[in-house]
């Protein structure tokens, strides 16, 4: 049973726009939520995260925002460039940033793909 | 700084051998964890190792099996090696076990 779910396994923007991805999860003991980014052939990359006790977190142009009702949340990349050009990761964590004892739980992805 | 390494890059085995993959934590980060990812899906939790001692592990087999050294490098151990252990290899490390882990590239690794 997954419990974070990306649903849109790829998503085609244009330069300048905004990107929106979105991120369902099932598990109401996880406290922290972090994105990671993957290009091919190399590791996921730390982008952003945010805590439960708060409902939006901004870095540059990335933001993220967190539902806990709906147990949802975004990632908002404004103004999307070519190199975001990856596949983006939602990942969960019930202590902390870490993971910790349970590690962290990830979704399948979203394939982000920037048009010139 | 250097970021997590790992080692090999690549690698090709045969069904029911077993293989070592290895992990170098960034400087100052004394926590490990091991993730499998297989095409299509996101990374799964197999171990995590903090101060040498193992402090999670994820819904895999007894043939997974891990360790970390003074150093607080690591190695992941897969024994009698299926077809479908076929993944790429993630190692992350962070300064605690409650820490944002940073991602290596990987190892891949192909059974036939």
């Known amino acids: 049973d997954q419990q974070v779910k990306q649903n849109s396994p790829s998503l085609s923007v244009q330069e300048g726009r905004i990107s929106i991805l979105n991120c369902d999860y099932t598990n109401s003991m996880f406290d922290y939520f972090l994105w990671y980014k993957k290009y091919p052939a190399e590791g996921p990359t730390f982008l952003i995260s945010i805590s439960s006790i708060k409902d939006k977190n901004e870095d540059g142009r990335f933001t993220v925002f967190l539902n806990k009702s709906a147990k949802h949340l975004s990632l908002h990349i404004v103004p999307s460039q070519p190199g975001d050009s990856a596949v983006y990761f939602c990942?969960?964590?019930?202590w902390g940033s870490g993971g910790g004892a349970d590690g962290l739980t990830f979704g399948k992805g979203t394939h982000l793909i920037i048009q010139p | 700084d250097a970021g997590v390494t790992q080692s090999p890059t690549h690698l090709i085995k045969t069904r029911g051998q077993h293989v070592t993959l290895r992990c170098s934590p960034i400087s100052g980060h004394k926590s490990v964890s091991w993730y499998q990812q297989v095409l299509g899906q996101g990374p799964q939790f197999i171990f995590q190792?903090?101060?040498?001692?193992?402090?999670g592990r994820g819904n895999f087999p007894d043939r997974f099996s891990a360790r970390q050294f003074p150093n607080y490098s690591s190695e992941l151990n897969v024994n009698a090696l299926l077809l479908g252990d076929s993944a790429l290899y993630l190692c992350?490390?962070?300064?605690?076990?409650?820490?944002?882990?940073?991602f290596g590239p990987g190892t891949r690794l192909t059974v036939l």
């Open positions: 992350a490390s962070s300064r605690g076990v409650a820490g944002t882990q940073y």
């Open positions: 990942a969960a964590s019930a």
């Open positions: 190792y903090y101060e040498k001692e193992e402090r």
